[in-house]
C-alpha cells in the first residue's frame, strides 16, 4: 500500500521476508510498520534504499527497517520515541511528532520492543520485536 510513496521520492523498496507468526491486533500492528516506513520515505532522499526485513527470533518475531538516509544525530536518537518531540531533520518536513511515540506505544501494548540504531552517516533501523503465539 505505500509502494506509491516509496516511487514518487524515487526510494528503492527491498524486502527480505520469512515468514512469521505474531499474535496481536492486525490493524494496530501495521500501523506500526507504516509508521517506520512513512518516516523512512520522509527521511531518505531520491535514489535511497529502504530495507524491510522479517525473520523468526528467539523471543518471537523480529522487523527491521533500515534506510541510507542521513541517520539521527547521537544526542537526539534517546528522543526519538517521545511524543511531540523532532529532531532537527525534521524542520521543514510534514509530521506531528506522534508516529514514533506511537508505534513504542502499540508495540509495547503487544508485550514486545521496538529500538533504533543510528551510527553516524549511515542511515537508521529500526528493530521490532514482538513474542510468538
Not at 521543514?92 to 509495547?108: D, F, P, Q
Request: charged share 15%.
Amino acid at each position: 500500500m505505500l509502494q506509491p510513496q516509496f516511487s514518487d521520492a524515487a526510494l528503492h523498496l527491498d524486502t527480505d521476508l520469512t515468514p512469521v507468526t505474531v499474535t496481536g491486533d492486525a490493524v494496530r500492528l501495521t500501523q506500526i510498520i507504516t509508521n517506520l516506513l512513512t518516516n523512512s520515505v520522509k527521511f531518505t532522499p531520491p535514489g535511497g534504499r529502504v530495507t524491510l526485513t522479517t525473520r523468526r527470533a528467539a523471543a518471537g518475531a523480529q522487523l527491521t527497517v533500515t534506510d541510507t538516509g542521513p541517520g539521527i544525530p547521537p544526542d537526539e536518537l534517546p528522543h526519538i520515541f517521545q511524543r511531540f518531540w523532532r529532531g532537527s531533520a525534521a524542520a521543514g518536513r510534514a509530521g506531528t511528532g506522534i508516529g514514533l511515540a506511537v508505534a513504542a506505544e502499540l508495540t509495547a501494548a503487544h508485550d514486545g520492543t521496538i529500538t533504533a540504531a543510528s551510527p553516524p552517516g549511515d542511515g537508521t533501523t529500526f528493530t521490532l520485536t514482538l513474542p510468538g503465539p
